[in-house]
């Protein structure tokens, strides 16, 4: 474990930032490698600054982030506020309201509106640069003395901040611009500040013309600074240094198991099937039942029965457990080997939503006469445009696909769908996809590199 706790702290809201783009837990393979991608670490300095923040769990075997089992549950205002403490940061209005689509009722438009009217009727939620905060992270100011300032500010208890808080209101520090003197204010502290307790030092130097929620909005946007989760604040320039705390020094780790193909297995027979006993069959609706993303029976295998692909009642346990889950009503059948919890599958992801719901109207027949125009007498121009698969869109049946493999493609999103945040899948393109013939998840991938999860209705 690095000695700088600084470092561990950014590690973890690495972690977070990771699972909270991944819509439930996560296997520890999958979470290091994302983790590893973005930071050089060894995977044990990982596991015990996991095992270390409250804010992780580890249900069925794999890492989870530890809000999401009590957000179905609470009113929307505790959830958003439980979800924002997790984060520790101005979080991407996007990404706040996939989560939360995630456990509530409601499409992602309707949510957004929702929040919208939250931000608009509320004094608990504020937004910088299209994220959502909380404004208890903004410093109060409502006492003149100086233990009550702390007191109020829950700053009592913050010995790192206690022990350096009298050097940090040295004359010297302050200067021209507020942003200035927040960068002098972290160097002199050699330690990460939460918002409040800079929030008080900047406001001891500047007086009135301190601004808690502008100021805040300013060190955000600023490259000198960077955030962390607290919210605390940092120099950027920091992070060079912890990149080299956290570079493993030991050898590397074996490389991992090759991934096991289930459909080649339930295709041959077993040697032998194993029974499963009535304690197995529970351990495999809690695991089915944990994850809102699909279930792979070579990983219930691995995590309920604790059997490897290399063990000799490997080949038996995978046709055993397949056998299980499709008798398992509450589960769908995607693919040979992979099932998907039904009541895990958000109402929004099955229906098409609203506003993209063609508006039907009786025609007169002199407007219809307008309103329809055979292709045959368009420009060639724009005949070629609307026969062209590219922009094939709902009703149309006669485009005429090849047989040649799909390697890419490109898809125009229509503004309707962008606000919406959907994407309609060509028929040409669900042979890229490979798609079942059920709804299914996927995970796509950005080209900065993060994966965002979606919802495929074929």
Request: with cysteine; net charge negative; charged share 25%.
């Amino acid at each position: 474990m690095p000695g700088d706790q600084a470092a561990v702290h950014y590690l973890a809201d690495v972690a977070c930032e990771v699972l909270f783009h991944h819509p439930g837990p996560m296997r520890w393979s999958d979470l290091f490698h994302r983790v590893a991608m973005l930071v050089p670490v060894a995977d044990a300095t990982l596991a015990a600054a996991l095992e270390a923040d409250p804010r992780f769990t580890r249900p069925v075997g794999r890492w989870d982030l530890a809000p999401r089992a009590v957000v179905e549950s609470r009113p929307l205002g505790g959830a958003l506020a439980g979800l924002l403490e997790c984060y520790g940061k101005p979080m991407p209005r996007s990404l706040l309201i996939a989560e939360l689509c995630l456990t509530r009722p409601g499409a992602p438009p309707q949510m957004d509106q929702l929040l919208q009217r939250l931000l608009a009727s509320g004094r608990d939620l504020a937004t910088v640069d299209d994220c959502i905060y909380l404004t208890a992270w903004l410093p109060r100011l409502d006492t003149t003395d100086p233990d009550a300032l702390l007191f109020v500010n829950e700053l009592t208890h913050d010995a790192a901040f206690l022990a350096v808080h009298r050097k940090l209101l040295a004359d010297r520090l302050r200067q021209r611009s507020i942003a200035d003197t927040a960068e002098a204010v972290l160097k002199a502290a050699h330690v990460p500040l939460h918002n409040r307790a800079l929030g008080l030092v900047l406001h001891a130097h500047h007086g009135d013309r301190f601004d808690p929620a502008a100021t805040f909005a300013d060190l955000y946007a600023d490259e000198r600074f960077l955030c962390l989760s607290g919210p605390t604040w940092v120099l950027s320039s920091q992070e060079r240094n912890w990149l080299k705390d956290l570079v493993p020094k030991e050898a590397p780790a074996e490389p991992p198991e090759r991934p096991v193909d289930v459909a080649a297995l339930l295709q041959a027979t077993p040697p032998q099937r194993l029974k499963l006993d009535a304690e197995t069959h529970v351990g495999l609706q809690e695991f089915a039942a944990a994850l809102r993303t699909p279930v792979d029976v070579a990983e219930a295998v691995t995590e309920v029965l604790d059997l490897r692909p290399r063990q000799r009642n490997f080949p038996g346990a995978v046709h055993a457990v397949d056998a299980a889950l499709a008798a398992d009503l509450s589960l769908a059948r995607l693919r040979p080997g992979m099932y998907l919890r039904r009541a895990g599958v958000p109402p929004w992801a099955t229906e098409v939503p609203e506003s993209l719901r063609p508006a039907t109207s009786p025609l007169t027949p002199a407007y219809r006469a307008e309103a329809l125009v055979p292709i045959s007498e368009l420009p060639p121009d724009l005949a070629r445009h609307v026969l062209d698969p590219a922009y094939e869109d709902i009703g149309e049946t006669d485009v005429v696909l090849g047989e040649e493999p799909l390697q890419e493609t490109q898809l125009t999103i229509s503004w309707p769908h962008h606000r919406c945040g959907t994407m309609m899948l060509r028929r040409q393109d669900r042979r890229l996809f490979d798609l079942p013939a059920t709804l299914t998840m996927l995970s796509l991938q950005t080209a900065d590199g993060q994966r965002l999860p979606v919802w495929a209705n074929p």
